[in-house]
């Protein structure tokens, strides 16, 4: 099983400033036959379901503000909130759809300083 | 617009059985990938199942792998996951979720999930 590690556990960050997960995955995401990294990223609100943000590990989904933006490949991603909101206190969660079973990062939660 | 709705969540008796349901509309349920995607209580995400969009492969997380089985049907355009012997440990929310463009996709669209509870 491919095995994501999220990093840090929890992010405490001002109002305007930038806010930078980490997410590693145990092998490569990168189906080489099509370049493209199996990696979504996930926002996910208290009694809310999951909301996707980014998939492709950098391809926004539609109506997801710009100041989210996502990195990586391989093995190491990140998700930036290039200016931190009130709206954005959540957890998130990293994916990888390159293989079943497939599997989620622990999550991070991100909260206003 | 598009929407999933589940249902059929409960409290059940440890290795009793229980049928969870989700409701599709606003899209063409034959076109996508569906899976089942579940959160145990103050927990992370756990993917459970998923079937492509003929129906025709399924594949399961190992915890779940003998015990449960993801079916649809096409003309109530619904998707089901049938929970038998159930165990404490599948306590949790049982969302249903669209892969986006495949079986291999980012999930773009979640219901509001189901309430499982195993506890006797």
């Known amino acids: 099983d491919i095995v994501m590690t999220q990093s840090p556990d929890s992010l405490t960050v001002s109002l305007g400033e930038r806010a930078t997960i980490n997410c590693k995955s145990s092998q490569s995401v990168l189906y080489s036959s099509n370049n493209k990294n199996y990696l979504a990223w996930y926002q996910q609100k208290p009694g809310q379901p999951p909301k996707l943000l980014i998939y492709w590990a950098s391809t926004r989904e539609s109506g997801v503000p710009d100041r989210f933006s996502g990195s990586g490949s391989g093995t190491d991603f990140t998700l930036a909130i290039s200016s931190l909101q009130a709206e954005d206190v959540a957890v998130y969660y990293c994916h990888q759809y390159y293989t079943t079973p497939l599997t989620f990062g622990g999550g991070t939660k991100v909260e206003i300083k | 617009q598009a929407q999933l709705v589940e249902s059929g969540g409960g409290v059940v008796q440890p290795g009793r059985s229980l049928r969870l349901s989700c409701a599709v509309s606003g899209f063409t349920f034959s076109n996508y990938a569906m899976d089942w995607v579940r959160q145990a209580p103050g927990k992370g995400l756990e993917w459970v199942a998923v079937i492509s969009y003929d129906g025709s492969n399924k594949y399961y997380a190992d915890s779940v792998k003998g015990r449960f089985t993801i079916s649809r049907d096409y003309s109530k355009n619904t998707l089901y996951l049938q929970m038998n012997s159930l165990r404490p440990e599948d306590t949790a929310v049982y969302y249903c979720?669209?892969?986006?463009?495949?079986?291999?996709?980012?999930?773009?669209?979640w219901g509001q999930g189901t309430k499982v509870i195993v506890s006797s």
């Open positions: 979720a669209r892969g986006r463009a495949g079986m291999y996709d980012a999930f773009d669209l």
